[in-house]
């Protein structure tokens, strides 16, 4: 597919000055574009941290605070062979989970909301992960952001999970700026396409992580580049999608 085709696709009829939605740099075509554009280069992207049902992602997600994927899952590959499921944790104690995630920051506060969690979801919720926000947010060590993922990746649930790399971006390209995570969220499910929801906040998160970095952003790889408004933006051109990257 040539770049000429890429930009046509979202040029506005004759004659017709298209308008940016409400609370983005972007009209509803561009956004459009963004995420389908997306969706090629990762058809199916995937969250990064090893889990192997719903119970070890949500204790993945609560250890990832302030913690990379990779230290995550260095730690808990020992931990989830021997307690996968909230009566093993719980028989496993607070002071033996503590010892597996030892490297992780915070590892005592963090090791003590996997108990208590873990004791929740037996007393209230017979063992199993509830599929609701307003559920997931009573649990120890869960805030919205864990929820979103675990509504996401273990149920399937359109949610979007603002972590740094989606709040950076929202604000540097004009996607959805906002001073919060609650407020880039809030404009993100307002944009994003229906159709697009479901893999969006992975979309973002590994565009983030991989092209659109913090310190140097890495726009001659970008496959938005021609769209993009950021004012740090440093190529006009966007790879071509025929020779886009596989999924990191």
């Not at 605070?65 to 719980?90: E, H, I, S, Y």
């Not at 590892?107 to 509830?130: C, F, H, M, T």
């Not at 991989?210 to 140097?216: E, G, L, P, Q, V």
């Amino acid at each position: 597919m040539q770049n000429a085709k890429i930009k046509s696709s979202i040029s506005p009829a004759p004659g017709r000055k298209a308008r940016r939605v409400a609370g983005t740099l972007y009209t509803a075509d561009e956004i459009a574009e963004i995420f389908r554009r997306f969706s090629v280069q990762r058809p199916e992207p995937k969250g990064e941290l090893e889990h192997v049902n719903a119970f070890t992602l949500l204790v993945a997600v609560v250890l990832s605070a302030q913690a990379t994927d990779a230290g995550v899952n260095k730690a808990t590959r020992g931990l989830f062979a021997v307690a996968d499921t909230p009566q093993k944790m719980l028989a496993l104690g607070e002071e033996k989970v503590g010892e597996y995630i030892r490297t992780i920051g915070l590892w005592r506060n963090k090791a003590k909301n996997v108990i208590l969690l873990s004791e929740v979801l037996i007393r209230d919720y017979g063992g199993q992960v509830p599929d609701s926000r307003e559920e997931l947010m009573k649990l120890p060590g869960v805030g919205r952001k864990t929820a979103n993922v675990v509504l996401n990746m273990a149920f399937g649930q359109p949610t979007m999970a603002v972590d740094t790399h989606i709040l950076r971006i929202g604000n540097r390209i004009g996607l959805a700026p906002g001073k919060t995570p609650e407020a880039v969220e809030d404009i993100l499910v307002r944009v994003i396409p229906l159709q697009y929801m479901q893999h969006a906040h992975h979309w973002l998160i590994l565009h983030g992580r991989y092209i659109c970095k913090a310190r140097k952003p890495e726009c001659a790889k970008c496959v938005i580049a021609d769209i993009c408004k950021s004012p740090e933006k440093t190529c006009d051109v966007p790879a071509s999608l025929v020779e886009l990257p596989p999924q990191a």
